[in-house]
Every structure is written in C-alpha cells, then in structure tokens.
Nanobody
Framework: VRLVESGGALVQPGGSLKLSCAASGFTFNEHGLSWYRQPPGKERELVATISGPGRMIHYAEFARGRFTISRDNSLATMYLQMNNLKSDDTARYYC?????????WGQGTQVTVSS
C-alpha cells in the first residue's frame, strides 16, 4: 500500500487549497479513506472520511461547510478541497487507510495559513 499526499502550501487566511492523495497497492474503490491533520504541538485529528463508492461522507465539525472530500476511483486519488482557510487550519495533512486490520498513512503534506 502506498499513499502519497500533495498540494500543501503557504496560503493567506481566506484562501483555498486542494490536496490530493494518490493511492496504490490495493483495490481503491473497495475501501473508505480519510483525511487527518496534525496541527503543531497537537494530536492528530480526523478531518473527513469518504466511503469506497464515495456516497457516504463524514466531516469533523470544524471542516463542515468549508472543506469538501471527494475521490476519483478511476484515478485512484482522493481529494480535499479547503476553502476559507484560517490560521487554525495550519497543520500537516495525512491520508489514512484502514485495511486488513492495519493502519496505513501517507507521509503528509504541510498546509500553512498565514499572512
């Protein structure tokens, strides 16, 4: 299993970013995936989860209304569109898969929201 995040950057408050997670090594459309984030000095926290077919989606309260999780099963890629970014959104963002009773994480991509 391989999960590779990209798209992180330095962005001003109120700006937008779209993160990508390219996956390989498993049957992509059969597994739910999640985005997590870890702000500096804090615990890792769930951002959003999407089911294999993409029909079931869950957001953390802070993400609802500003973030959109999606996936393209033909490209084996998951996305996180983030709008109206705030300084509190500064964190390293990770792609997560639970498969065969094992946890798989990508290396993460850094999002910094600052003026």
């Amino acid at each position: 299993v391989r999960l590779v995040e990209s798209g992180g950057a330095l962005v001003q408050p109120g700006g937008s970013l779209k993160l990508s997670c390219a996956a390989s090594g498993f049957t992509f459309n059969e597994h739910g995936l999640s985005w997590y984030r870890q702000p500096p000095g804090k615990e890792r926290e769930l951002v959003a989860t999407i089911s294999g077919p993409g029909r079931m989606i869950h957001y953390a309260e802070f993400a609802r209304g500003r973030f959109t999780i999606s996936r393209d099963n033909s490209l084996a890629t998951m996305y996180l569109q983030m709008n109206n970014l705030k300084s509190d959104d500064t964190a390293r963002y990770y792609c997560y898969l639970r498969r065969a009773a094992r946890d798989f994480w990508g290396q993460g991509t850094q999002v910094t929201v600052s003026s």
